[in-house]
């Protein structure tokens, strides 16, 4: 009931977003920033919309005139005071609800605030500008890269829409390598095949938590942290979430973060989502998946039935 409840704030959060901007608030902005390629612009929907949360002491602390990572080594995150915050309802009470990185973008020893919810970029199966699926750019679902989506904009019924989800916190070594397909736990880990997220890359990979572990920080949008897709079913027991960082040459999308995943939960059978009506729902992970698929998309044009 308290993660729904979470969900059903940040859901009249990004709402009321769209009241005052116009449109809902972007999985990320990726601005271009004193010079800076995009990928250093990872304000997420969350940072965005804290001014809508009651959070507006930890927005305050946010100077969204900058990119969110610094610009000279060691690239820490700009607004210390915010990215250390822990923020009760950005975490699920059926998860751990404690820091899972520690150093990751600011001073030796300093935790970071976790988050357990993320936006839907859509199915994963788009593959935007970059030419990979999981793409953050041009994603067929509400949320995504410099997205500027309104609720008219969702053809498909803003009930029939997913708009955020959860997942769990993220567990395991940093930076790992595992010795056997045996030891991958799908629901905390997620893999890194350092190319091209595809099935045959993210299938074959044994990297681990790539840099930091999943939920690390509530900042930043990208995919392992407050973004996701429907690419596998909800809490899949065979596909770990996979992430890698483009390798292609264009300056301003290079290092963006790519991701096969889906929704993760500790709640028994399935996961909580947040309709773009304001709705939230239990979602079972027998869903059947094209359905599940079809709940990513804005303007599909699914007829869906019961689910």
């Not at 751990?96 to 970071?112: C, E, M, R, S």
């Not at 390598?177 to 890359?201: H, I, Q, R, W």
């Not at 773009?276 to 699914?302: H, K, M, Q, Y």
């Amino acid at each position: 009931m308290k993660c729904q409840n979470h969900l059903k704030q940040l859901g009249l959060a990004a709402h009321n977003y769209e009241s005052a901007m116009g449109y809902l608030p972007p999985a990320y902005r990726a601005q271009q920033i004193g010079g800076a390629p995009q990928y250093y612009d990872l304000w997420g929907t969350l940072s965005l919309m804290t001014p809508y949360l009651e959070q507006t002491a930890v927005y305050n602390a946010i100077d969204l005139s900058q990119t969110m990572y610094q610009l000279v080594s060691p690239y820490y995150i700009n607004s210390q005071v915010a990215v250390t915050t822990t923020v009760p309802i950005f975490l699920c009470p059926s998860d751990k609800g404690q820091p899972v990185a520690v150093g990751a973008y600011v001073p030796p020893g300093v935790a970071l605030g976790p988050t357990n919810y993320a936006f839907c970029l859509g199915t994963g199966t788009t593959k935007g500008r970059t030419g990979w699926a999981g793409s953050p750019y041009d994603a067929d679902g509400v949320f995504f890269a410099q997205s500027k989506v309104r609720i008219t904009d969702v053809t498909d019924g803003s009930s029939n829409t997913v708009g955020a989800s959860e997942r769990i916190l993220g567990e395991g070594d940093e930076n790992g390598t595992l010795s056997s397909k045996a030891d991958l736990k799908t629901d905390t880990m997620y893999v890194n095949p350092g190319a091209e997220t595809n099935d045959a890359n993210c299938g074959s990979s044994l990297a681990i938590n790539k840099a930091q572990r999943r939920g690390y920080t509530w900042v930043a949008g990208e995919p392992r942290c407050t973004s996701y897709n429907h690419y596998y079913r909800p809490n899949d027991k065979v596909n770990p979430d996979c992430v890698a960082n483009f390798t292609g040459t264009d300056p301003q999308t290079r290092s963006t973060g790519h991701g096969l995943s889906t929704a993760r939960s500790r709640h028994t059978g399935g996961v909580n989502v947040w309709l773009c009506d304001g709705s939230v729902r239990f979602v079972r992970d027998s869903i059947d998946f094209p359905t599940w698929r079809n709940l990513a998309t804005r303007a599909g044009g699914e007829v869906l039935g019961d689910y």
